[in-house]
């Protein structure tokens, strides 16, 4: 469940660098709650500041898979059926009849 | 084991392909781990490499496999201007790098290839030595480990310049590291 409020236009003025926030609630289970809170209090942070820190790097792990993760996967598509010389060529090894080439 | 998020690092093009085709689960699970972190970061060089064989399989294949073939030159394009891919360009320094790395070590350490019914021109394998060493320079230019697949070419350029630093102001160590021991 989200219920969301943009913050006031008053703080996206664009004087601090702080990156700019929107208030919401978010139903979490209890017991990770509590751990939060602990973990927020053992840090001198804000519960907010804690989830934030928290999920910041999972989140930017999970972009960067999509959006790296789609590479290999062209990569392998851009292999698959190939025959053996054509997978030698697209490796750079350019293949002929022997005992053609000039001196 | 060579952990993914020390990255990045600079991948040749047989080690791009051992890591694109591997279903080893260890490698895999590397491969997957790079890309929570990094994008594919290789030279210049490696996308002329994979373009002229990617359009020379094109033009040889046969009329009834052509549109097929023609489908994996798209295919590899996307993966090139996706946003997952960091192309280094080939500048003037590593220019000179490679100028040196030529003059010093001309000819290839390891022989031409062949398959079962056909085989490497000298003067291919010689232009394929080149591209080498234009990626070795590549990464040494950026300061970056160089991914590689064939050991018995990039060990003599890596001793080299080990041997002769004199000749590389400003760069090097090259720093190599074996695509099948990255998750070994």
């Given at each position: 469940m989200l219920k969301t409020k943009p913050r006031s236009a008053k703080r996206s003025a664009?004087?601090?660098?702080r990156p700019r926030t929107r208030r919401t609630t978010l139903t979490l289970p209890e017991d990770l709650l509590k751990k939060v809170e602990r973990l927020a209090v053992q840090r001198h942070q804000t519960v907010s500041a804690a989830i934030a820190t928290l999920i910041e790097t999972p989140l930017r792990q999970l972009e960067m898979q999509d959006r790296n993760g789609h590479v290999w996967d062209h990569l392998q598509k851009s292999m698959e059926g190939l025959t053996e010389e054509e997978q030698m060529l697209i490796d750079g090894i350019i293949l002929g009849e022997p005992g053609t080439e000039s001196e | 084991m060579t952990d993914p998020h020390t990255g990045p690092f600079v991948f040749d093009t047989s080690a791009q392909t051992y890591l694109a085709r591997t279903i080893d689960a260890p490698e895999v699970a590397w491969r997957d781990a790079y890309a929570q972190e990094f994008p594919l970061w290789v030279s210049v060089m490696t996308v002329l490499e994979r373009m002229r064989g990617h359009l020379l399989a094109e033009v040889n294949a046969e009329p009834s496999r052509r549109a097929i073939v023609a489908q994996k030159t798209r295919e590899y394009w996307r993966s090139v201007g996706s946003a997952g891919t960091n192309v280094l360009g080939f500048t003037t320094h590593a220019a000179v790098v490679s100028a040196q790395l030529m003059a010093l070590?001309?000819?290839?350490?390891s022989p031409p290839q062949r398959s079962h019914r056909l085989a490497e021109s000298r003067q291919d394998r010689l232009s394929r030595w080149r591209f080498d060493i234009m990626i070795a320079a590549t990464a040494l230019e950026n300061g970056l480990p160089l991914i590689h697949n064939n050991p018995q070419d990039f060990e003599p350029l890596r001793g080299l310049i080990e041997r002769m630093p004199e000749r590389f102001p400003?760069?090097?160590?090259?720093n190599l590291i074996s695509v099948k021991r990255l998750a070994a």
């Amino acid at each position: 469940m989200l219920k969301t409020k943009p913050r006031s236009a008053k703080r996206s003025a664009g004087r601090s660098s702080r990156p700019r926030t929107r208030r919401t609630t978010l139903t979490l289970p209890e017991d990770l709650l509590k751990k939060v809170e602990r973990l927020a209090v053992q840090r001198h942070q804000t519960v907010s500041a804690a989830i934030a820190t928290l999920i910041e790097t999972p989140l930017r792990q999970l972009e960067m898979q999509d959006r790296n993760g789609h590479v290999w996967d062209h990569l392998q598509k851009s292999m698959e059926g190939l025959t053996e010389e054509e997978q030698m060529l697209i490796d750079g090894i350019i293949l002929g009849e022997p005992g053609t080439e000039s001196e | 084991m060579t952990d993914p998020h020390t990255g990045p690092f600079v991948f040749d093009t047989s080690a791009q392909t051992y890591l694109a085709r591997t279903i080893d689960a260890p490698e895999v699970a590397w491969r997957d781990a790079y890309a929570q972190e990094f994008p594919l970061w290789v030279s210049v060089m490696t996308v002329l490499e994979r373009m002229r064989g990617h359009l020379l399989a094109e033009v040889n294949a046969e009329p009834s496999r052509r549109a097929i073939v023609a489908q994996k030159t798209r295919e590899y394009w996307r993966s090139v201007g996706s946003a997952g891919t960091n192309v280094l360009g080939f500048t003037t320094h590593a220019a000179v790098v490679s100028a040196q790395l030529m003059a010093l070590l001309p000819t290839a350490p390891s022989p031409p290839q062949r398959s079962h019914r056909l085989a490497e021109s000298r003067q291919d394998r010689l232009s394929r030595w080149r591209f080498d060493i234009m990626i070795a320079a590549t990464a040494l230019e950026n300061g970056l480990p160089l991914i590689h697949n064939n050991p018995q070419d990039f060990e003599p350029l890596r001793g080299l310049i080990e041997r002769m630093p004199e000749r590389f102001p400003g760069v090097g160590p090259l720093n190599l590291i074996s695509v099948k021991r990255l998750a070994a």
